[in-house]
Structure formats: C-alpha cells, structure tokens
C-alpha cells in the first residue's frame, strides 16, 4: 500500500471535479480510481467525499484531508526537488495552456528551444483562447495576456504586448485615413475579435474619453484571421502588436491614431495555483521563458 499514492490520487480527484476526469489524467481507467478511494476512506474509516452520479462533495474530514494531502506532497516534491538540482538532468511532462494566436506565433518556437536545452522535456500544450480551470484540468501552468484579477493564482511576468489600431493602404485609400476618432464614424468598418469590447476607447487631446462603435465587417474568434482580413482591406483591426508586429514591418498595415490610443500595454503572464508545488522543472521553463520574451520582444514596433 502506497500512501503517497493515494494522497496524490485524491488530490487528482478533487483538483479533477470527478474520478472520470481524474482517471483520464492520470491515464488509468475510472474503476481503479474509485477502488484506490474506496480503499482509501476504509483505511482511514471516515469518508473524504459525498459522491452523487453528477456531483462530488468534499466532506469536513475531506477538506483537512486534502489540505494535509497538499502539504505532504509539495514537502516531498521540494526535498527531491533540492536534490535533483545539481545532479540530473531535467525530465518529465510539462502541461501548459495557451491563446492560440500567442502560442503558435510564438510560444511553440520558445518550446522547441528549450527542449533543445533540455531534451528530456516532454510538453503537453492546449492552444485556446477560452478561460481555463488550471487545477481542475490538471495544468502546471497557463499563459494569460491580460491585467489579472484572480486572486487564487500567482503569476510571473514574462513580457508585455501593446494594442495597435491598424488598416491597410488600400483600405485607408478607398475610405480616407482618419486623423482624430471621430473620423472613424464616417464609413468606416471594424474587424471584430468576439469577446472584445464592442466600443473603442480614445483619450482627446484635453483628456476627455472618447468611445466610438463602429458597424463590424466581420467577427472571429481568432487573431491571425482577422490580421489578414485587415490585410486584405476589410476593415480595420485593433490587435496586439504580437500578432500584427510582421505586418507592419512589411508595410501591409498602417498604424492609426497613436496618440489617442488608451491602456494600450498588456501585461503576458505565466500562472499557476497557489496550492501548487513548482516543479523544478516548471520553475526553469518560467525563468527561461522571462528571460526569452523580455521586456523589450522581438515584436516591439
């Protein structure tokens, strides 16, 4: 009988939502999970979770248990950890979740040079643009590129995009180049990235706010189509300079309107919970990647 084991099973199965989910991350099937449980409240003779056919709910003994369960596990994975450090290599899975536009662009480049430095790295890497549950879903780590407000997560600054509002020479020579904000309202067109506030804000030159709603052209959720559509003369696009940084190097896209610009630096974060241990190896992907963006990147314009 392993006790760590089953500590760290049931950690996987809180964390998880349910044993379904939980066997499916730790790659067995659901009938061993749920006997490890049963087989663990019998030993202990209390019971750690109320289960239904659709919920879990974690009892008061469950709650100290789990508690307990974090602790025991992040003080060993610290001392081998320690250990490890300066004698071995580093291996083993790294599971990361990430926008699509910034992963392809230019988080799977930063990957493959890292695996090169470290080849016994295997990486898991889920590229979607939707908000996901880091413990639930059994993540190490996220990339977020967004001022943060969840508390229950610690982050670490990796770099940081600026906004840009852009068009192409086509676009701006069949519907004018607009000068000032109000400009835009006269014929002009928006790429909608959906999600996005429908209204762009503006700061005038007095300092007044300036909110402008354009009629949409065309809505996606995703960057790199609307980037071309803009290049294509559709419409404008208000984006972030990672995504349209070659673009305007190459004189596809002409920025617009800088100076009545706002909140146009975003923050790019790596997260991870804080009842998490950081593996070491997760702990060096983070530093190495800091170190990799910058906080001068490559797509700076």
């Known amino acids: 009988m392993n006790q760590i084991e089953d500590m760290q099973t049931f950690v996987r199965i809180v964390e998880a939502g349910s044993i379904t989910k939980a066997a499916d991350q730790l790659n067995t099937v659901k009938s061993a999970v749920s006997r490890r449980l049963s087989d663990l409240e019998r030993r202990l003779a209390v019971t750690l979770l109320t289960r239904t056919t659709r919920t879990q709910t974690l009892t008061d003994n ?37 926008p699509l536009s910034f992963g392809l662009d230019h988080l799977g480049a930063a990957l493959r040079k890292f695996n090169e430095l470290h080849p016994g ?31 229950s997560l610690i982050a670490r600054k990796l770099t940081t995009n600026r906004f840009v509002l852009a068009a192409s020479p086509g676009y701006l020579k069949a519907r004018g180049n607009p000068k000032k904000p109000q400009d835009l309202t006269t014929g002009h067109v928006k790429l909608y990235y959906r999600g996005a506030p429908e209204n762009w804000q503006f700061r005038g030159k007095q300092g007044q706010l300036i909110s402008i709603k354009l009629p949409t052209a065309i809505t996606a959720n995703n960057g790199n189509f609307l980037l071309q559509s803009a290049i294509d003369g559709i419409g404008l696009i208000y984006t972030p300079d990672f995504i ?13 309107l800088n100076e009545y610009l706002t909140d146009i630096e975003v923050p790019v974060y790596a997260i991870y919970p804080q009842n998490r241990h950081l593996s070491h190896r997760v702990r060096s992907l983070v530093d190495y990647l800091a170190q990799y963006f910058g906080e001068q990147p490559y797509w700076r314009l």
């Not at 974090?70 to 291996?91: M, V, Y």
């Not at 413990?135 to 943060?148: C, K, Q, T, V, W």
């Open 121 to 151: 790295i295997c990486f898991d890497v889920d590229f979607n643009d939707r908000k996901i549950d880091l413990i639930e879903e059994g993540f190490d780590l996220a990339i977020r590129i967004s001022n943060l407000e969840d508390s």
């Open 62 to 98: 469950g709650k100290s248990y789990y508690q307990h369960c974090l602790r025991i596990i992040d003080d060993i994975s610290e001392i081998e950890s320690g250990l490890r450090h300066d004698n071995c290599a580093l291996s083993g899975l790294i599971k990361i979740a990430a």
């Open 244 to 256: 349209c940084y070659k673009a305007m190097r190459l004189g596809q896209l002409t920025s617009l």
